[in-house]
């Protein structure tokens, strides 16, 4: 919990009491959060709330698993009010490579909710360890049959 609130404060989104008051009210509880139900505008509420509870997990994942320069990591939200929410993390290598799915989270946004900080980190701990592995798996790309040849670096086919 201590991670994603100094995530919060540090990338200015709120100051500290703030940070605090948001994650108690809205992780540490009981299902549902009426925060959620409540919002005037639930849709933008469930929204940056799954922002503000995955994007400090999946950054602490990207900066354990060295990854190029070129490429970057997208936190995508699919948000529904009546079931569950999607959050997809993909990964997207550079040089018009293929993309690849890290992580499918598929949870009613409400119900992501802990009884203790304790449970909440378990939770977050679970995450990061799967989007982790997953980035692992990308750092030792098989080699290309393709090889980057003098300044004008066209890719020559090399025959093995």
Known sequence: MSYLMD??????AMPAWEAVEYLTNNLVGEAPNQNLHHAKSP??????????????????????????????????TDISLMGKSAVLVVYYPGHNRPHQLLLLDSIPAWDIVFETS?????????????????????????????VEQGEDLQPELVES
Do not use: C
């Open 118 to 146: 304790t449970a909440l980190n378990e939770w977050a701990d679970e995450r990061y360890g799967w989007i982790v592995a997953a980035l692992k798996t990308l750092a030792h790309p098989v080699e290309s049959p393709l």
């Open 43 to 76: 849709y933008e509420a469930i929204q940056q709330f799954l922002h503000r509870v995955y994007e400090p997990i999946v950054e602490a994942a990207s900066r354990t698993v060295e990854i190029p320069t070129q490429a970057m990591i997208h936190m995508f």
């Open 7 to 12: 995530s919060l404060v540090n990338s200015g």
